[in-house]
């Protein structure tokens, strides 16, 4: 097999990898996702963040064994469209990504789900190497989640793996997706902004937006986040804990349901806290796992940024083997 | 294949099916399950409850193809051994019930977890038949829960399914198993009667016990709760609808996970209170089901109370298949 692209399709940027045979990233771009437009106007830069990472790699993207691309919204692989993808611009419909991209680039294209591809990536190159089962939390502006199985990939009817609307306390906060008590409406750097905002104003003191207005943001990234924690905020280390016994609660129940052997961390908060955070969710889990003398592994996702593009261009090897 | 014995081992009771070639019961038998001694006298009483279904089937136990047990506790079908079950007499360490049987029976003997057989039952010949993933909800004395995805049962390492523990409430109402916040602290049978004599024992008005006295019962048995309902009274609806509110909490949490086709309502309480309350759980999981556009079916289990005994003389089935 020849080389594959990979594609990580965000609401804040598109990451691209182009690995080679042996599984190294030869070459890899990033841009931001469009703002306005539509799902043309992604797809263009899409195409065009894939010739920039093919290039480093030294190849045309005609010279693809093929694209995968691990999108958001709904994604329907066999007929090659994306829908309600809420966080890309005018992208509320169905949209033919496949063709649009192949028309572009000349190279067949798959297309996965984001969190999906990046949990499948941890477990065949990353922190979930050793394990059967797994599952993979992405802790950034939600929280999203991908289940391996017994070597496989879990998603049901299409839609599995939706931790972030775990529900940790009934009748609890309100969560961005208009229902209560998801463990993303404590742990989602969305909320946790939102609250900070409306604490902030309530005159409660804190540098987040001070650092945020210092690193030239206008949302409170991981970064700013992290910084405050160093500064010991305290208004940013009381959201962050809220955050990690949410995460706690809403991992153990998912464990006393599967029983996985490992669970691993990643996502935009996930890896710039990294290791003692990783270790927080771990002793946040503990009150309320069920096989408490036995608790799975949890681990840091361990590709990095990369992961959600490295584990798209895993669809291209699956799309061969179906092929033939 | 002949006939095949399966048998449903609880805290309460030892139910036994005798399954013909045809999958048709073609005995039963039922015995309590003893209240003191330990695994021994457990052991002969299951084997004088298998003889009687056996007769009941014109056969001898040496007879048929195999017998398989659904347990509770710690299931080790490659040992033989159940440990560490609670609610069987003297039942804390490991014990040999796989040699204890077949010596007694003269067939060979299959060990399963109770719940994932019931489990496997509605999905093979009850409730669960059109669809291909599946979550058993077994509503009883406490809560258990068995998973079948794509078909297969999935146990994780072996302690999955434990849906009674997924948290609805965080440092929520005090569970059974020391934790906080499970929904079996608020669904569970056992709960629902701790807290129903507490609030009785501050003087709250409620036929619960009067009804127990009547119908000669120590306990608040599904029957009771039931007839309670039925005439009306305010403490036993109150109780119901806060388990019925922590039952679609859960399970919307656990869908939100896993996706399945189809939910499936058992255990003592689910049967007994029937149709009309899986109604109500399906109502009391739509405000937390995050795909709620495309809810899973929700269904009564079909088998009634032999589905835990027929699930386990499935196990002989694997069991031979397994051997040639």
Redesign the interface.
């Known amino acids: 097999m020849g080389h594959s692209g990979g594609v990580d399709l965000g609401g804040t940027k598109i990451q691209v990898a182009i690995l080679g045979d042996d599984g190294e990233v030869a070459g890899q771009s990033r841009r931001p996702t469009p703002t306005a437009g539509g799902p043309k106007d992604v797809a263009h830069e899409i195409a065009g963040a894939l010739r920039d990472a093919a290039a480093e790699a030294g190849i045309k993207t005609s010279a693809l064994e093929g694209i995968g691309v691990g999108s958001p919204g709904k994604v329907d692989d066999e007929a090659g469209t994306v829908a309600g993808a809420k966080n890309l611009p005018g992208w509320g419909g169905s949209y033919d990504l496949r063709h649009a991209l192949e028309k572009a680039c000349g190279a067949p294209v798959s297309l996965g789900n984001d969190v999906q591809v990046a949990t499948d990536a941890e477990f065949e190159l990353g922190s979930g190497q050793p394990y059967r ?1 797994l599952l993979g939390v992405f802790w950034g502006t939600g929280v999203g ?1 991908g ?1 391996v ?2 070597g496989r990939p ?10 972030g ?6 009748n ?1 906060a309100l969560c961005g ?1 208009g ?4 463990m993303e409406a404590y742990a989602g750097r969305a909320s946790m902004e939102a609250r900070a905002r409306r604490r902030a104003g309530r005159g409660e003191n804190t540098v987040l937006f001070k650092i945020m207005e210092e690193r030239g943001r206008t949302r409170l990234t991981s970064g700013v986040w992290s910084r405050a924690l160093d500064k010991g905020d305290p208004l940013a280390r009381r959201l962050i804990e809220r955050a990690v ?2 995460l706690g ?2 991992i ?3 464990q ?6 490992a669970v691993v961390i990643g996502g935009g908060l996930g890896l710039r806290l990294g290791e003692p955070y990783v270790e927080r969710i771990r002793d946040a889990m503990m ?2 796992l ?2 408490d003398e ?1 608790p799975p592994v949890v681990a840091l996702a361990a590709l990095g940024d990369l992961g959600g593009a490295i584990g798209a261009s895993l669809l291209v090897k699956k799309a061969v083997a179906a092929r033939a």
């Open positions: 089962s989640g289940i199985l017994d879990w998603i049901g009817r299409d839609a599995a793996g939706e931790i609307h775990v529900v940790v306390r009934q609890g997706c229902r209560r008590g998801c016994r949410a609660t809403g153990a129940s998912s006393n349901l599967l029983d996985v052997e009150p309320h069920f096989d036995r």
